[in-house]
Every structure is written in C-alpha cells, then in structure tokens.
C-alpha cells in the first residue's frame, strides 16, 4: 500500500492488482478526485495517507477521507454522527454502516459544481474537531478505540462487514484491540484482522 500521498493521484493505493495500471479506480475519476484534493487543502485541512488513501486532518482529528471505487468516488466524513445534512446529499457507505457518511460522486463535474456544499460540510466537521466533540460508539458498552472507528470510516467494505456482526464478535475485536497499549499495535491488529471481519468471525475464531 502507497504511504506517499503524491502515488494515490498518480498510481492508486496499492491495495489491489489493478495499481499503476490504467485499470485502476482512480484512473478514471482523477479529475474529480484532484477537485476534491484541492477543495479539501482550500479548507485548511491538513493532507496526510492513512489506509492509503488521502486523508484530511484538522484540530489533531481526523476529518475526511478520499477513495475511488469501479462505478463511483467517494468523499466520506469519520464522525458523521455529529454532522447534520442540511442539503440531503450524505448517504450510506454500505446497508448496515450506522450513519449517513459519504458525499458520493459519479462524475467528476459534480464535484466543481459542488464545491460551495463540500466547503460548508467541512466547515461543520472541523468545528466539531476543535470543540473535542465525539460521536457514541455503537453496539457495545465497551470504549471503542479511536483506531477501530477511524479504520471503519476510512474502509467502506471493512464496516459492513463489521456492524454486520453479532454484538459478541463485535465486542471480542473491542476487547482484543483495547488491550493494546499503543495506536501502533491496535492499527497493526486492525489491519490482521481485516479478512476474518470480512468472513464474519470474531476475534477468537478459527
């Protein structure tokens, strides 16, 4: 996986066969995706790779991450709990993801078209992210680790699988990942444990 930012808007991420060729997602919405670059540095953000892929940080948090997909491209918000859609335009990452999450686009000129509405949506996030706001975690009445809520945002596929999950498996990841002292190693458990979410185990099965 891609852990320069310049390699996302020229190669992809890394996280499948299809990268630095003219198959990959990002190929065919680069515009859009460089608009969307340029709307986020605009706001103030600040650009950074994490699960690589571009994402914008503000106030220590993160705010917003940017993804291509085969028939779309995607502008998804970590806390989207918080946020309030006043146009109408957020929608689901996937049928059980809690929140509306994500701005999504289908052609690039959407987004330019858009940028005023982006720009505000931000706006909110941020100031979200500087009065140390947070969202409730879900399903559990165990503290989810920041990693775990981030990884989930940042992975359209990865929360699906999770909050699709009984509550128990849900919570054998919550109590494996909190007994890890640093973000290093919960990010590194994260990232294991990535095929057995998608499987539908928990954390302790075969």
């Known amino acids: 996986m891609i852990t320069d930012i310049e390699d996302y808007f020229v190669k992809g991420c890394g996280r499948c066969e299809r990268f630095a060729t003219s198959d990959c997602s990002t190929r065919r919405w680069i515009v859009g995706l460089r608009a969307l670059r340029r709307i986020c540095l605009d706001a103030g953000l600040v650009e950074t790779v994490k699960w690589a892929h571009p994402c914008y940080m503000h106030a220590g948090r993160n705010i917003a991450i940017i993804g291509a997909f085969r028939g779309d491209f995607r502008l998804s918000f970590f806390d989207a709990a918080l946020m ?76 699906d699988a999770f909050h699709a999950l009984t509550p128990g498996r849900q919570t054998s ?33 075969r």
């Open 84 to 159: 309030s859609d006043p146009e109408g335009i957020l929608e689901r990452q996937g049928p059980n993801t809690p929140h509306p999450d994500m701005i999504r686009f289908a052609d690039d000129v959407r987004v330019e078209t858009m940028a005023p509405i982006i720009l505000s949506y931000l706006a909110q996030a941020m100031g979200h992210a500087e009065a140390g706001r947070r969202p409730s975690r879900r399903h559990s009445t165990l503290d989810w680790p920041d990693e775990l809520a981030e990884a989930l945002a940042a992975d359209a596929e990865l929360a």
């Open 173 to 205: 990841y919550v109590i494996n990942l909190n007994g890890a002292k640093k973000s290093e190693t919960r990010l590194a458990r994260i990232a294991r444990f990535r095929e057995r979410i998608l499987a539908g185990k928990g954390a302790t099965e």
